[in-house]
């Protein structure tokens, strides 16, 4: 089953990390077969969200809700269950400044 791990920090925690960690926990991920894909994103001042509502389209600059952790980037991972998913999550680096929030992967079933 294929797993989200989303990653989120305030970003001042972030900067000056060792880019080298996050890597090489993807790539220890890649070796055992977990990594579907992974993803660093730029900094959160660079978003831009996009509502439609009654058929009109709303484009603002910035993230959709201001918190104090910031989506930084994601690990997709194929685990057996939820508790290897964890196990994996706890490694990512950045764990250890901000959490890391698990979700499966939800089959897209047309009706």
């Not at 994996?88 to 950045?94: D, H, L, S």
Request: aromatic content about 6%.
């Amino acid at each position: 089953m294929k797993y989200l791990c989303l990653v989120y920090s305030d970003e001042r925690k972030l900067e000056g990390w060792d880019d080298a960690e996050c890597m090489a926990c993807g790539q220890s991920f890649r070796d055992s077969g977990h990594l579907v894909a992974a993803e660093a994103l730029q900094s959160v001042h660079t978003a831009t969200t996009v509502r439609v509502r009654d058929g009109k389209v709303s484009i603002t600059d910035g993230p959709f809700a201001e918190t104090k952790e910031q989506l930084a980037g994601f690990y997709l991972l194929d685990a057996r269950n939820l508790d290897e998913a964890l196990q994996m999550a706890a490694k990512i680096p950045p764990a250890t400044v901000g959490s890391i929030e698990v979700r499966p992967i939800r089959e897209l079933m047309p009706r």
